[in-house]
């Protein structure tokens, strides 16, 4: 038994986050600018959306899916 976990966590839920104005980016390639960045977050506790909203940079990788063969 892990002793490290003390409880349930409490979660938010279906939360609109604003980033602000941000470079857009492709590896190291500068592609554009964006005025404002907002995302969706489905599921997040109040501490992660704190880190996401402050964070320097934030990247966005691509889940393959079932039947998504990355081509």
Not at 44 to 50: D, G, I, K, R, W
């Amino acid at each position: 038994m892990n002793k490290d976990i003390i409880g349930p966590v409490d979660k938010v839920t279906n939360v609109l986050v604003d980033l602000g104005p941000r470079i857009i980016m492709t590896g190291s390639e500068v592609l554009g600018t964006a005025d404002n960045i907002s995302i969706h977050v489905a599921e997040a506790t109040e501490e992660e959306l704190e880190k996401l909203k402050s964070a320097k940079e934030i990247r966005l990788v691509k889940m393959l899916g079932e039947g998504d063969s990355g081509k």
